[in-house]
């Protein structure tokens, strides 16, 4: 039954797909859910073997840019984001829909709904059709390897980028899932028509109509994709659209997962009009199921007339935000729930915190410390384990926006005449968005201090490589910081009036200066500890 | 053969390691097995919650209904009663009893434990003084496993197997550290549920 199976995450299983289909080079910033795909490709024997490139990049914008000059020279590539990391990429994706692909490209994006480690709960789906791709989203682990074969000889045979969208739950869950044998890499080549690659508005005038001209026959794709189906039903008193893993849910309230009505399942895209056509002609309502915004609820109008009753996230039949769960799905069934043990009234929240001995405790200690004595001033922060100096007992940070933000708010407020502004950004993610804002104080000499948090890792996402890593002086000196005015600190208790008065004097400073608080993550410090 | 299985715990606790060697063990008997885990955020001393299930036959959602859950085994006894509309009217709640300090305003612990009692089916054991006559209290985590199999689809020597399978690049002190915690914790369990 399972004896082959290997239990893999969502994410391992693509990684494990990629590998097995002659994945040549892996590219991505860690974001969770999706941070696992990359590190299972680093400790994967075969990954070593071949030498597949499988180290971090500086953000998401880099690594689909080094993707796509791995296809260029017609190897395959994958490129791995949450979905917040698919806004910095955003520019190098849309275009390189336009320029197309040589060697297949997969660009996995993991959407958070409900927002466990996210700040939106944006559906990349979009993202995909706005570039106007194919995109995939699979159902169960199996399914999300399969895919991803499919994806590869779609992305060659049309020359196109191929968009993977995953879940937290599809991301994190894990499940059996068989291999297939490892193929091999594709020998390096040149593409055929290197113009498209050249988007000079003569070229991409052509490349867009290419591209326009390649949606019919991504529509017939998805109509004759495998993992699109259509399954009748007795009961056509209803039909159900249940995109990805919404598909699993639906079926968890039937008996023997026996769905008694008509079903369309879609985990590939376009949405495949003519399998809800066919539905649609037996049915009187339809019922739509999708993890993320009413995306195929939406095209609904276009696909089908509109005195259909359609129901989803639009009429209030699902809840409009937060990820679906089978009870959600078997309530917009109209199937009762059963009886449950009450919420215990015992239980408080436990909302995450900074570990035991973490070097932005006594980072934070300083900041609180020290703008209490300066009232009138505000610290920006940014995205990473020191956005919890949001939380009691320090409350020491009014932002936490977008990768790099700390620094340009700040200094956004300090042209707004704000005497002391301040931004706290972590060591990755200073060198993943944050040198470029950097610049733009010091060409200005707006008066404000950078503060970075440097625990020489990316540490929210589990402790991997930091960009930054031995280079932070380096880099701040070669943008432009004044020596006199770049201070480094190590973050600890016993150095804390040393350290407040420091940062208070460079807080008070009319210029850019930049106060690096300096520690290793002790959970990256212990695990080098466990190894030995 | 359905069992469905919410892990809970605070970030650190260990709880993934106990889904590790009960998946293992699921493997080795051909189940099916689904395991949502909880990865990021919340991992930062925050509740954690795993839903792990095993079925002799294909499994649809990867996340439990609610009131469908078997079992409830959680490492901090707080932490067992924040799942408790997954838990099926017939199911087991077992959990370690010292509670994980790393908030302010903890609830009395009187209150949470007369709450567990008060449920149908419950084994409440302290845990972290049994993994210490182990050698170590990270192994509490083992000890709670331990408590669970008599609840399981599987026996204590496919439990060992399955321990053998994922600490064995780890070296033998290792494993019979953490058999021992598992044996401690199943008959602990024994002797509550048959005292």
Not at chain 1, 56 to 73: C, D, F, M
Not at chain 1, 184 to 209: G, M
Request: hydrophobic share 40%.
């Amino acid at each position: 039954m399972q004896n082959d199976k290997k239990l893999l995450l969502g994410d391992d299983a693509v990684a494990q797909a990629a590998i097995d289909a002659g994945l040549s080079g892996i590219y991505a910033y860690p974001g969770t859910p999706s941070t696992e795909i990359m590190e299972f490709v680093q400790k994967s024997p075969d990954a070593r073997r071949r030498n597949i490139h499988r180290q971090w990049s500086a953000n998401e914008k880099t690594a689909v840019e080094e993707a796509l000059g791995l296809s260029y020279v017609g190897k395959r590539s994958m490129v791995c984001m949450k979905h917040v990391g698919l806004n910095v990429a955003a520019d190098a994706f849309i275009n390189a829909a336009m320029t197309g692909v040589n060697g297949g490209l997969i660009l996995v994006v993991a959407d958070d709904p409900s927002m466990h480690s996210s700040q939106n709960e944006q559906d990349s789906r979009f993202y995909g059709k706005f570039a106007m791709i194919p995109v995939f989203e699979p159902s169960c682990q199996q399914e999300a390897y399969d895919m991803v074969f499919e994806a590869y000889a779609l992305s060659e045979k049309y020359a196109v980028p191929v968009m993977m969208r995953l879940t937290t739950r599809m991301a994190h869950s894990r499940s059996g899932v068989s291999r297939r044998t490892l193929q091999d890499e594709n020998s390096r080549s040149l593409p055929e028509n290197p113009s498209r690659f050249i988007l000079l508005p003569v070229n991409a005038r052509r490349q867009y109509k290419n591209l326009l001209a390649l949606q019919a026959r991504f529509s017939e794709a998805s109509l004759r994709s495998t993992f699109n189906q259509y399954m009748d039903g007795p009961d056509k008193s209803l039909g159900i659209v249940a995109c990805g893993i919404a598909y699993n849910y639906l079926l968890e309230n039937f008996e023997n997962q026996n769905c008694p009505y008509p079903v369309v399942k879609i985990a590939q895209y376009p949405v495949p009009s003519e399998l809800i056509q066919n539905m649609a002609a037996t049915v009187k309502k339809i019922l739509v199921l999708e993890e993320g915004y009413p995306f195929v609820e939406e095209q609904l109008n276009g696909i089908i007339s509109n005195h259909y009753a359609v129901s989803g996230r639009l009429d209030g039949t699902l809840p409009r935000d937060g990820e679906l769960s089978p009870d959600l799905a078997g309530k917009a069934l109209g199937l009762t729930s059963r009886s449950v043990f009450p919420v215990s009234d015992s239980t408080v929240p436990r909302p995450p915190a900074l570990c035991r001995g973490c070097g932005h405790i006594d980072m934070f200690s300083c900041i609180s410390e020290v703008m209490k004595e300066i009232p009138d001033g505000l610290v920006f922060s940014d995205i990473g384990c020191y956005t919890l100096g949001a939380l009691p007992p320090f409350s020491a940070i009014v932002s936490c926006v977008d990768m790099g933000a700390s620094i340009t708010m700040a200094k956004g407020a300090s042209d707004g005449g704000v005497p002391v502004a301040a931004g706290v950004i972590g060591d990755s993610t200073f060198t993943h968005s944050g040198m470029t804002g950097l610049l733009d104080c010091i060409l200005e000499k707006t008066p404000v201090t950078i503060i970075i948090g440097d625990n020489s890792t990316a540490a929210m996402t589990g402790g991997q490589d930091s960009s930054a890593y031995g280079r932070i002086e380096k880099i701040c000196l070669g943008l432009g910081v004044e020596e006199d005015h770049l201070q480094v600190l190590t973050s600890l208790k016993k150095y804390h009036q040393e350290n407040m008065e420091k940062l208070k004097k460079e807080l008070l400073y009319q210029g850019v200066s930049v106060v690096v608080f300096r520690r290793e993550c002790v959970q990256v410090a212990a695990r080098r500890v466990r190894k030995g | 053969m359905k069992t469905d299985i919410i892990l809970a715990g605070v970030g650190g606790q260990g709880i993934l390691s106990i889904a590790t060697v009960i998946g293992a063990a699921a493997l080795q008997k051909n189940y099916y097995l689904k395991q949502a885990e909880v990865h990021g955020m919340s991992q930062r001393g925050g509740s954690v919650q795993s839903n792990l299930r095993i079925s002799d036959r294909p499994i649809a959602s990867d996340l439990i209904p609610l009131g469908s859950a078997d079992l409830i085994l959680s490492v901090e006894p707080m932490e067992s009663l924040r799942y408790l509309p997954f838990l099926n009217r017939d199911g087991w709640l077992v959990t370690n009893e010292v509670p994980f300090l790393n908030i302010t305003h903890y609830p009395d612990m009187e209150r949470i434990l007369s709450e567990i009692k008060a449920l149908p089916h419950s084994v409440t054991l302290g845990a972290d003084a049994l993994a210490e006559t182990c050698g170590s209290v990270k192994v509490s985590n083992m000890v709670m496993l331990g408590a669970a199999i008599p609840f399981l689809p599987f026996s204590e020597p496919e439990i060992e197997m399955a321990v053998r399978t994922i600490f064995g690049s780890k070296g033998e002190e290792v494993i019979e550290t953490n058999l021992k915690a598992i044996r401690l914790g199943t008959d602990q369990s024994r002797s509550y549920m048959n005292p």
